[in-house]
């Protein structure tokens, strides 16, 4: 995504608790003459949130748009038996992250217009057994979303969720990476019969973030290969 935005021409920000990977995310957008910054943040963590917008709006003067994308997948546990420090966590990362955050962008963005997408998950819109906290946080930012598109759009800001099927990124490959078996029959209940690319997921936020989706907001929308329909 970061590198989807710096190709459109956007001065971009990345933040990450990951130092390495941001770095070179950084250098890999510098490589081709675009405007970039690491900022190392932990989402879960409210006053290193606010600090991390104070620091974009006083290095870059403002916030045009925000992609809210930080989360962990947490425990696979039935609920009876569900690890309540993972589900304080995933909760405080994939919730409450997004919550601080759009508190800040929204106060940033007030006076000059904006876009903010929220990336939940299919996880949002239907229950995965064994992933109670991650399904219920991905509920959370569709509801999170929704209420901040009524709120912000005064301020002609505009906030949509983004609902990925499976996608090959580091969260999921480790998933399937010993069974193939298990990915064969994924992929069958997606009628496109393949996981998603980063691309095409970060083709959509630029999309939603853009001028072309400029009467969208309050969606949720679900990039899944016609996995819900
Ligand atoms: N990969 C999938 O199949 C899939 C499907 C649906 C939704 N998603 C969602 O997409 C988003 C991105 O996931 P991904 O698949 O690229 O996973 P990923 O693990 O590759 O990337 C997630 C990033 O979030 C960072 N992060 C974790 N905790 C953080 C914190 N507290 N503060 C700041 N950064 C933190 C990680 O360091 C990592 O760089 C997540 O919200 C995930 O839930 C992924």
Redesign the pocket.
């Given at each position: 995504m970061a590198r989807r935005f710096a190709a459109l021409g956007a001065s971009v920000v990345v933040?990450?608790?990951?130092d390495d990977?941001?770095a070179e995310t950084v250098r890999l957008l510098q490589e081709t003459g675009a405007v970039a910054l690491f900022i190392n943040?932990?989402?879960?963590?409210a006053n290193a949130v606010a600090r991390l917008h104070d620091e974009i709006v006083s290095r870059f003067g403002r916030l045009d748009c925000a992609v809210?994308?930080?989360?962990?997948?947490g425990p696979w546990e039935r609920i009876e038996s569900y690890p309540r420090d993972g589900w304080e966590r995933v909760l405080?990362?994939?919730l409450s992250?997004v919550f601080y955050c759009l508190q800040e962008q929204l106060k940033r963005m007030a006076d000059s217009s904006g876009a903010i997408v929220n990336?939940?998950?299919?996880?949002g819109k239907r229950g995965l057994p064994y992933q109670a906290a991650?399904t219920a946080?991905?509920h959370g930012?569709i509801g999170l979303t929704r209420v901040a598109a009524q709120e912000a759009a005064r301020c002609n800001i505009r906030v949509n969720a983004?609902?990925?099927?499976?996608?090959?990124?580091?969260?999921?490959?480790p998933?399937i990476a010993d069974n193939p078996r298990r990915a064969e029959k994924m992929k069958e209940r997606i009628p496109l019969r393949r996981?998603?690319h980063?691309q095409e997921?970060a083709d959509t936020v630029t999309w939603l973030c853009s001028d072309q989706a400029r009467f969208i907001t309050g969606q949720a929308l679900n990039v899944d290969g016609g996995m819900t329909a």
């Open positions: 933040c990450d608790v990951d990977g941001g943040c932990d989402v879960a963590d809210n994308n930080a989360g962990i997948g405080a990362v994939n992250g990336i939940s998950s299919i996880a991650y946080s991905k930012v983004v609902c990925p099927v499976y996608t090959h990124t580091p969260l999921f490959e998933m996981f998603a980063p997921i």
